[in-house]
């Protein structure tokens, strides 16, 4: 018996995600609330078995024809098949990074702040102590600096995308740690934090902030954005 051909058609795989969208109450506002799937399944849905940049871009203009966007964006050029893809209706949220201005891994991250200690405004007064900072039970805060003059420890956790709600516990076990360890090296100044993440994420946001505001924690919380500027070197123009 002959195998039937499967049928291409990119409008499915269109058709199925505007249905997630227009089933939720309110447009995603961060990527734990938009409907999500690994690349591989948009292209089964699209009736497609293979990975191709032709058949991303048609995809890609037909969500766009539909209002609807991706994170990452499916011309991206690191994608692979088993990459998680977000959809937002048209605009996103205008806080929304493009994937092209986030970094690949926290690794990335961490090497870019920490080469970069010096120039950067959120860091300012502030020395860098260490990197990957044990603090006890296992746990390892991304950077731990303190702060030149009072001598306040300041604990900063990375998240090179968009956070999930682990960070809040997580948050509250390093502020205790840090809470605990200024106490022990006898900072009177104690502790504060910095969250840095790629995404914004309004529920985690209110979580956290409550959790500061029961436990008397002082967290603030940043959007980092990777731009690379590129000038005509002198002599070539």
């Given at each position: 018996?002959?195998?039937?051909?499967?049928?291409?058609?990119?409008?499915?795989a269109?058709?199925?995600?505007?249905?997630k969208?227009?089933?939720?109450?309110?447009?995603?506002?961060?990527?734990?609330?938009?409907p999500?799937?690994?690349?591989?399944?948009?292209l089964?849905?699209?009736g497609?078995?293979?990975?191709?940049?032709?058949i991303?871009?048609?995809?890609?203009?037909a969500?766009?024809?539909?209002?609807i966007?991706?994170?990452?964006?499916?011309d991206?050029p690191?994608?692979?098949?088993?990459?998680?893809i977000?959809?937002f209706h048209?605009p996103?949220p205008?806080?929304f990074?493009?994937?092209?201005a986030l970094?690949?891994?926290?690794?990335?991250?961490?090497?870019?702040?920490v080469?970069?200690?010096?120039?950067?405004?959120?860091f300012?007064?502030?020395?860098?102590?260490g990197r990957q900072?044990?603090?006890g039970?296992?746990?390892?805060?991304?950077?731990?600096?303190e702060?030149?003059?009072?001598?306040r420890l300041?604990g900063?956790?990375l998240?090179?995308?968009?956070?999930?709600?682990?960070?809040?516990?997580?948050?509250?076990?390093?502020m205790?740690d840090?809470?605990?360890?200024a106490?022990?090296q006898?900072?009177q100044?104690g502790?504060?934090?910095?969250v840095?993440?790629?995404q914004?994420?309004?529920?985690?946001a209110?979580?956290?902030?409550?959790v500061?505001?029961?436990?008397?924690?002082?967290?603030d919380?940043?959007?980092?954005r990777?731009?690379l500027?590129?000038?005509t070197a002198?002599?070539?123009?």
């Open positions: 018996m002959a195998r039937k051909k499967k049928i291409q058609d990119v409008s499915r269109v058709a199925f995600y505007n249905t969208l227009a089933s939720l109450a309110h447009p995603p506002q961060s990527l734990a609330q938009a999500d799937s690994r690349l591989r399944v948009v089964q849905k699209a497609y078995s293979r990975m191709h940049p032709n991303l871009e048609r995809l890609r203009v969500l766009d024809e539909a209002g966007e991706t994170f990452p964006s499916l991206d690191g994608l692979d098949r088993d990459t998680r977000y959809f048209s996103m205008a806080s990074a493009p994937s092209r970094f690949d891994t926290e690794r990335q991250l961490e090497d870019f702040l080469n970069n200690f010096a120039a950067l405004p959120v300012r007064g502030l020395r860098l102590r900072y044990p603090l039970q296992g746990r390892r805060i991304d950077l731990l600096c702060e030149k003059r009072g001598g300041v900063v956790e998240k090179h995308h968009g956070p999930d709600k682990g960070l809040v516990t997580q948050m509250r076990r390093y205790t840090l809470t605990r360890l106490k022990q006898d900072r100044t502790a504060r934090g910095i840095i993440t790629g914004p994420d309004p529920d985690v209110a979580d956290l902030r409550d500061c505001s029961r436990h008397g924690y002082e967290v919380w940043r959007l980092y990777a731009t500027k590129l000038e002198p002599g070539w123009d």
